[in-house]
């Protein structure tokens, strides 16, 4: 069974900063892509970020290009996203997720794409 653990969330102003940590308890963590997605109230469930599982692919939503950067340390089976420029439309709960599949190159957007998910980490920004 695997275990994804997510941790940094938190308040912040609009234009701080705040960095998401995802623990894995898996040793095949190296093996697979992993995602970052966020739930605001009320909307849908949406994807922020994915890493393929070399890291050297990644893949972001348009909303935080240039503001949100995801990394990964498999050594430490662990993945990151450090959040630059926050805006109060980045408040939402944020998971980790794990890829079908292992050795996928792409780090797909679709939901469906991942099957394992952490509990959440709140963010919330100020205005």
């Known amino acids: 069974q695997v275990q994804l653990v997510e941790s940094g969330g938190g308040l912040v102003q609009a234009g701080g900063s705040l960095r998401l940590s995802c623990a894995a308890s898996t040793r095949t963590f190296s093996s697979y892509t992993m995602g970052w997605f966020r739930q605001a109230p009320g909307k849908e469930r949406e994807f922020v970020a994915g890493i393929n599982w070399s890291g050297r692919g990644t893949y972001y939503a348009d909303s935080v290009k240039g503001r949100f950067t995801i990394s990964r340390d498999n050594a430490k089976n662990t993945m990151f996203l450090q959040m630059n420029s926050l805006k109060p439309e980045d408040t939402a709960v944020y998971y980790c997720?794990?890829?079908?599949?292992?050795?996928?190159?792409?780090?797909?957007?679709?939901?469906?794409?991942?099957?394992?998910w952490g509990q959440g980490t709140q963010v919330t920004v100020s205005s």
């Open positions: 997720a794990r890829a079908v599949g292992q050795w996928r190159p792409i780090p797909g957007p679709a939901a469906s794409d991942y099957d394992y």
